[in-house]
């Protein structure tokens, strides 16, 4: 079985800052890697999504790179803001079309 | 913008009832998922479904949950009778077609309390 696992649990950045949301998974047999954001008690919000071809992808102020090899993918935010703050999950799939998911990311941006 | 439906939103029982919940996916989508997701944990799966079969239920109690699509569009996930231990956010996500190709899409879950 896939396991994910995402380092650190949490995390507290003062605004402005960068900062690196870290993935690791056992299997590198992945089709893709998805990046989700979780707002307390609400549903996932999809950010980005690389495909096992792909090295990385950006969005905005977001960037996430994949090394399949290793095993690991980063989520990197840009001059945080304090709407950043939220619970980023990411999600890998593989044979079977499941996905496996990691515990998360607490985010708090002090503003 | 297309988004998941998911209804009722919360959901508060006593242990041995029965409890329903409804997915209405992204138009068009024909790979549907039902999640659950524990606090503090990644979603877990329990059922996938391709238009209206179940691709994968590995995961699924079926002593207690039951989960149909009957016409591969919206979808129902039940659980009777349900337990302490089955409080949980329930979530439902779609995707075009199958995850190895495409995003995931989730709905804003119902929240289960089992007292």
């Known amino acids: 079985k896939q396991e994910v696992t995402q380092i650190p649990a949490a995390l507290s950045v003062p605004e402005g800052e960068n900062l690196v949301l870290n993935c690791s998974f056992t299997?590198?047999?992945?089709?893709?890697l998805q990046w989700f954001r979780q707002d307390p008690g609400k549903g996932l919000t999809s950010l980005l999504l690389i495909q096992s071809s792909q090295r990385e992808q950006t969005s905005g102020r977001l960037n996430a790179s994949l090394d399949k090899s290793s095993g690991r993918s980063t989520l990197y935010i840009a001059a945080s803001q304090p709407g950043d703050s939220a619970t980023y999950l990411c999600?890998?799939?593989?044979?079977?079309?499941?996905?496996?998911f990691g515990t998360g990311t607490s985010l708090t941006v002090i503003p | 913008e297309a988004e998941v439906a998911q209804s009722p939103r919360y959901k508060i029982t006593e242990k041995s009832q029965a409890v329903a919940f409804w997915c209405d996916p992204i138009s068009g989508h024909a790979t549907l998922y039902w999640y659950r997701q524990i606090l503090g944990q990644g979603p877990e799966l329990l059922v996938q479904?391709?238009?209206?079969?179940?691709?994968?239920d590995s995961q699924l109690p079926k002593d207690r949950f039951s989960a149909e699509r009957l016409k591969g569009v919206d979808s129902t996930l039940k659980i009777q009778p349900a337990e302490l231990g089955d409080s949980a956010m329930y979530l439902c996500a779609s995707s075009f077609r199958q995850v190895r190709y495409n995003e995931q899409f989730f709905g804003p879950g119902t929240r289960l309390t089992v007292l």
């Open positions: 999600a890998v799939s593989r044979t079977g079309n499941q996905f496996y």
């Open positions: 479904f391709q238009d209206e079969s179940v691709v994968d």
């Open positions: 299997d590198s047999a992945i089709y893709n």
